[in-house]
């Protein structure tokens, strides 16, 4: 017999009614809690991650606008390996000068949160401990690299540079070499191995290498420099003058090579292009002895006597009273303060490599040790207050460079990070007054104008 059908409104009242009965609810309720229970969990793990996903992906998340190292041989990303494949991060680089920040609209922002927050360095504080203490922890730090990153050479230049600081010289070309096998585009290795070789008066040797590096990256500091000076002791003056004058096209603002430039002209007895030299030299430089001691030789030979005396009396002044600091320092300076330093260098190249590979917060720790271990390094601080910068931790980022400015008074770029730092803080009295610092240093830089001119008035 066919059941009568159901009126709909019947149904939906039954429906709900059933949906109500204290029985179902209980049947209903094992299976809402482990539901509830996970999306709490992953609401909280997601607010607790977010500063760690946040701080490691942002280390690099794009240049600088403090300071950062000159990485190669594209910044602010992985390198490009042999055949144009994306590759390690390469070279542990020079630390450059920083450049300025610049202004950012609304100025100041809400710090980025981290986790454990690492305190800005400060002076050092730790406990005296032994030259073989550091040692053995610069090793560590460069083992630990080898660790974390097995497959990339970074650790292993880095390794052969703690053996150089150490005076093990075959330890080091050991390394280099093992990480040529690995990657043979790497023109910091070559540098560094044209260096050892120089400096084991292997002069034929050096030019090679660092020839080699050239034709890999041309814009390496002091790269042209060590090039030139070495083909002038070696009598290649023609070579020496050329890759001279292309250090000097690359870096206007070298000092050193416009003294060697002005040596080598002097032998090649064009006695006008070498006092050219000595004298943009002596402009850059005031206190550099070598340019004197050079104009003083050059004016001798054009016959100019009271110049050639006045240059003289300047050579022996600055000369002697630069070896008189050189001495004191030899004194004074012990064999821990010596190694600590290195550590100090030790613990900046690893923090570039940890930053290189998007690893902040590893970076953030050895750069802070670094400024623990020596009060007058400005690589590490440089390097810190860029990545503070870069996570919009202006106020950490403002403290470490005041520290540079102490360090380095007249640095006029310095000044000015200050300035731009204060002003994304909201102090623009602050601001002004450091930039003006900046302008008493540099008056006729126009960018320094023009970021004062763009701090609001109160």
């Known amino acids: 017999m066919k059941r009568p059908a159901t009126p709909r409104k019947h149904r939906k009242d039954t429906a709900r009614s059933a949906r109500r009965a204290p029985d179902n609810r209980r049947r209903r309720l094992p299976w809402v809690l482990p539901i509830a229970v996970v999306v709490c969990a ?10 760690l996903w946040t701080s490691g992906n942002t280390g690099r998340a794009g240049p600088s606008e403090i300071a950062s190292a000159v990485r190669t041989p594209a910044a602010g990303g992985a390198a490009a390996g042999p055949g144009g494949a994306t590759a390690e991060p390469e070279a542990i680089p020079p630390v450059a000068e920083p ?35 550091y040692r053995q922890e610069s090793f560590e730090v460069a083992e630990q690299l080898r660790k974390d990153f097995p497959g990339s050479t970074d650790p292993i230049v880095l390794l052969g540079m703690v053996h150089n600081w150490h005076g ?7 390394c280099w070499e093992q990480a040529l096998q690995r990657n043979p585009n790497r023109a910091d290795v070559y540098k560094n ?16 290498l660092w020839r080699k590096a050239a034709a890999l990256q041309p814009k390496i500091p002091d790269l042209y420099n060590l090039l030139g000076e070495t083909l002038m002791d070696l009598g290649r003056l023609e070579e020496a003058a050329a890759v001279l004058e292309k250090d000097i096209e690359l870096f206007p603002r070298t000092t050193q090579s416009h003294a060697i430039l002005g040596h080598t002209y002097l032998q090649l007895k064009e006695p006008e292009k070498a006092k050219e030299h000595y004298e943009k030299g002596v402009a850059l430089y005031p206190k550099d002895w070598n340019a004197y001691y050079g104009l ?4 001798a030979t054009l016959g100019q006597r009271d110049e050639a005396r006045q240059y003289s009396q300047q050579f022996k002044k600055l000369r002697d009273a630069d070896l008189e600091v ?6 004074t300076t012990r064999k821990t303060d010596s190694v600590r330093q290195i550590l100090a260098n030790t613990h900046t190249h690893a923090g570039q490599i940890y930053r290189a590979h998007r690893h902040a917060w590893k970076a953030e720790r050895h750069f802070c040790r670094a400024a623990e271990l020596d009060s007058e390094n400005k690589a590490c601080r440089r390097e810190l207050a860029s990545l503070y910068e870069q996570n919009n931790r202006n106020a950490e980022a403002l403290e470490v460079c005041e520290q540079l400015v102490r360090i380095n008074p007249k640095n006029a ?6 300035g731009v730092l204060n002003a994304r803080l909201q102090r623009f009295d602050d601001a ?10 540099e008056p006729d830089n126009p960018q320094f104008k023009q970021t004062y001119e763009s701090i609001p008035q109160r």
């Not at 992953?42 to 500063?51: C, D, E, F, H, N």
């Not at 610049?102 to 030259?131: D, F, H, I, T, Y």
């Not at 003083?296 to 004016?299: E, T, Y």
């Not at 770029?413 to 200050?418: A, D, E, K, P, R």
């Open 413 to 418: 770029m310095y000044h000015l990070n200050v």
């Open 296 to 299: 003083a030789r050059v004016c």
């Open 42 to 51: 992953v609401i909280l793990g997601w607010t607790v991650a977010r500063p």
């Open 99 to 133: 450049p300025a920040l610049p202004p950012k609209p609304g100025l100041a922002g809400p710090e980025a949160a981290s986790p454990e927050p690492v305190p800005a360095p400060s002076q050092p504080a730790e406990s005296p401990r032994s030259a073989e203490d």
């Open 168 to 174: 093990g010289t075959s330890e080091a070309m050991t």
């Open 326 to 331: 050189h001495d004191a320092r030899r004194t």
């Open 193 to 208: 191995m044209g260096m050892v070789a120089r400096q084991n008066d292997e002069l034929d040797k050096a030019v090679e």
């Open 432 to 441: 002004r007054t450091a930039i003006e610092k900046a302008l008493d240093l």
